[in-house]
């Protein structure tokens, strides 16, 4: 079973969740918004990935350009952040198996089906 880290008001997360469906994956929906990952989660999240935590940082939204940005944080810092302000974590994230990819484009999907 596929996971995506969904967030319904975003159409690149809606059109991720569209592909997944249109290529006949069972699809585990994670609304990581509602529920937060804890730090272990997303840390395997983002060995799946093969990405740092602030690679996976939104850096467009309010919040990240009022309180973060021009900061340095460590690794163990920005998954504490991230945590704590989910609505940062990029999106949508899609997890099959060991692998993992950010949908932005939606397409990125298709390199780990």
Request: include cysteine; charge should be neutral.
């Amino acid at each position: 079973m596929v996971q995506i880290f969904h967030n319904n008001r975003c159409s690149k997360s809606r059109e991720t969740l569209d592909i997944l469906k249109e290529q006949g994956q069972q699809v585990e929906i994670v609304e990581y918004l509602k529920q937060a990952p804890t730090a272990a989660e997303l840390k395997q999240l983002l060995q799946k990935l093969n990405m740092k935590p602030e690679q996976i940082v939104r850096k467009g939204e309010a919040l990240y350009k009022e309180q973060f940005a021009g900061k340095t944080f460590s690794d163990e810092e920005w998954i504490d952040i991230l945590i704590s302000n989910p609505v940062l974590i990029e999106r949508p994230i899609v997890v099959n198996g060991d692998k993992a990819v950010i949908g932005r484009p939606p397409e990125n999907v298709l390199t780990i089906l």
